[in-house]
């Protein structure tokens, strides 16, 4: 069996010139894998490479994404995760799509305003009982045919031996490192240990990063499965580390985490079945509420340009009004009742009618019973991969912890960090506001209950058969990112290749700002023509919106094609059959 990275090879300098410390790599071009033997897109090579080579042993999709999941724990630090939560899309063969749901819970001691005077989000209190261990292994009980071992320690292997650290990697480490409160805090002097380079200031491209301490801890996975976690030696290392530095998980905490086996929210349109991912993540039932709305609208392809300023000017609408009954009304539906007419066509029909085709409606227009304050915006890192196997099984999977890094917080000794996904719940009771701070009933803090995600892992088949596998990192511009790939390739018959590459937009009701990429492929003035339409629009030289790792399948033919998004770094590999394995030296 032999594992080709295909076609154009992401071309990793050797000096770290452009991944010096501010600006991001160079943009490459979108790199793509073909076949009918299984494809693995995630954001490192390395991490891709894993998963092919669990799909060529025989293994079928959700192995390889378990095992390259445990890989970008290790490749890709600022969002791979052990110390963090997700949402798992899982679409078997002749079987229904259900979402393996391992999102972070608060801990027992909150109290619905316990962090609305709390400014640190880099610390022990911002963490919540980490989901990533357990939804892994229900994933594996559930669908998995190797072994769990045989699954986690490849990731072992590579944190032991040291992976070679390129572009983005380097750009993302020296980016954070070179943060002051970084530098000097004490806080996260483990941060700096671990992660920090060898006798050297900054990392450079080509550099080895080995990480004995996270080796240590997913032996101890690989070898005795969750009972390590959450409740053997790392729970205990997780709740030192936590009682250190003064947070609220306890040892009963890590205990009571389960992951869970979730419907996923369904909908046709446009001739096929869309699965998203359910509450606690609005990503399915917003991205559905947006398509349905635009279905309502009859958005059709233009002739002259994918993205006119009538395209982006109704969709951003329709992103407004979907983003304001995301916050009127969703939250984790074991807590809270949530009626599901919320992404009903009905609804979608009664939500376009006041949209005006040639003018912006004010997001204050549209507030509804929801008090609104004068007056912090979500960060970027989340890692989005896709996989199939030849069997046409797919996992499309989003995990996070939340912010670049999650909570800076790395367990000592353990080496893994923790995320800062408590900033994920409505942090003051009653108080949304013009900038984006929402603090509507439904996602209030309470024991237990998982904080409202905008992860959008999603799966569409048509004829029974998976067609495309999407999900995207960004915060709320998640939900934005998946509905424009879905949009370009459903609507306006766009490859996926096509879609992943084209620029992107997003506006999410508060603040009333439309933001939109830098990208050549834009009619020129299209920040103009949406200017007059009387949206106050953001377009910075720098922005990337996203990191779509996807997958599409042709479904005549059975070829599958993986798509790496060049935002960030990311690699699609190819099974092939006869191959020989591999891998990074
Ligand atoms: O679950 C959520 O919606 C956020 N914690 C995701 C954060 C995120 O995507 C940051 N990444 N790029």
Redesign the pocket.
């Known amino acids: 069996m032999r594992i080709l990275i295909a076609s154009v090879c992401l071309c990793w300098g050797s000096v770290a010139n452009s991944a010096s410390l501010l600006g991001l790599p160079a943009r490459t071009p979108v790199q793509t894998a073909s076949g009918t033997e299984g494809i693995v897109v995630s954001n490192c090579d390395i991490a891709s490479q894993i998963g092919a080579d669990v799909l060529a042993e025989g293994g079928n999709a959700v192995d390889a994404a378990i095992a390259t999941g445990f890989a970008l724990a290790v490749t890709w630090p600022e969002?791979g995760n052990i110390g963090g939560g997700g949402f798992m899309m899982v679409a078997p063969p002749d079987q229904d799509v259900v979402c393996v749901e391992y999102r972070e819970t608060a801990p027992s001691s909150v109290k619905a305003d316990s962090l609305a005077k709390w400014t640190n989000r880099r610390h022990e209190r911002m963490v919540g009982v980490p989901g990533t261990v357990a939804g892994f292994w229900l994933a594996h009980q559930k669908y998995g045919k190797l072994p769990w071992k045989r699954l986690v320690q490849p990731a072992a292997q590579i944190a032991a031996e040291g992976i070679v650290v390129d572009e983005y990697l380097a750009w993302s480490l020296n980016n954070y490192l070179s943060q002051q409160n970084i530098q000097t805090d004490n806080r996260y002097a483990e941060f700096r240990r671990v992660y920090g380079p060898p006798e050297k200031q900054f990392w450079e491209a080509g550099d080895r990063l080995v990480q004995l301490d996270l080796k240590k801890t997913l032996f101890l996975i690989a070898e005795q499965g969750p009972k390590a976690f959450y409740d053997g030696v790392i729970a205990d290392q997780i709740v030192d580390q936590i009682q250190r530095g003064d947070g609220w998980i306890a040892k009963e905490d890590l205990k009571k985490f389960r992951a869970k086996v979730r419907p996923a929210i369904h909908g046709r349109i446009r001739g096929v079945d869309f699965y998203g991912a359910p509450l606690p993540?609005s990503g399915g039932t917003t991205v559905l509420m947006e398509l349905r709305m635009l279905d309502e609208l009859g958005l059709k392809k233009d002739e002259q340009h994918f993205w006119s300023a009538d395209h982006v000017h109704l969709m951003t609408e329709v992103m407004r009004r979907a983003f304001r009954e995301r916050a009127a009304h969703l939250g984790d539906a074991d807590f809270v009742e949530i009626n599901p007419s919320v992404w009903s066509d009905k609804h979608a029909r009664a939500l376009v009618k006041n949209i005006n085709p040639q003018q912006a409606t004010p997001s204050a227009e549209i507030v509804g019973d929801i008090e609104i304050t004068i007056g912090p915006y979500?960060?970027?890192?989340?890692t989005h991969f896709s996989v199939i196997d030849k069997n046409g099984m797919g996992v499309s999977n989003t995990y996070?912890l939340?912010?670049s890094f999650g909570s800076g917080i790395v367990v000592k000794g353990a080496g893994f960090l923790l995320n800062n996904?408590m900033g994920?719940f409505n942090p003051v009771p009653g108080r949304t506001d013009t900038r984006g701070r929402i603090g509507t009933k439904p996602n209030l803090m309470a024991p237990g209950k998982r904080m409202l995600?905008?992860?959008s892992p999603v799966i569409i088949k048509q004829d029974g058969q998976v067609k495309l596998l999407v999900g995207s990192?960004?915060?709320?511009t998640?939900i934005n990112t998946v509905m424009e790939i879905l949009v370009q390739t459903l609507f306006f018959e766009r490859s996926l290749t096509e879609a992943v590459d084209g620029p992107r937009f997003h506006h999410q009701w508060l603040p009333d700002v439309l933001r939109l990429e830098t990208d050549p492929t834009l009619p020129e003035n299209m920040k103009s023509l949406l200017e007059e339409r009387g949206h106050t629009v953001s377009q910075r030289n720098d922005s990337r919106q996203g990191s779509a790792h996807s997958i599409e399948v042709d479904l005549p033919t059975g070829v599958a094609t993986g798509v790496a998004d060049w935002r960030r770094g990311g690699a699609a590999v190819r099974v092939e059959k006869e191959s020989r394995r591999l891998r990074q030296q």
């Open positions: 969002a993540s979500e960060s970027p890192q989340t996070t939340e912010a996904e994920d995600s905008s992860q990192p960004g915060g709320r998640i």
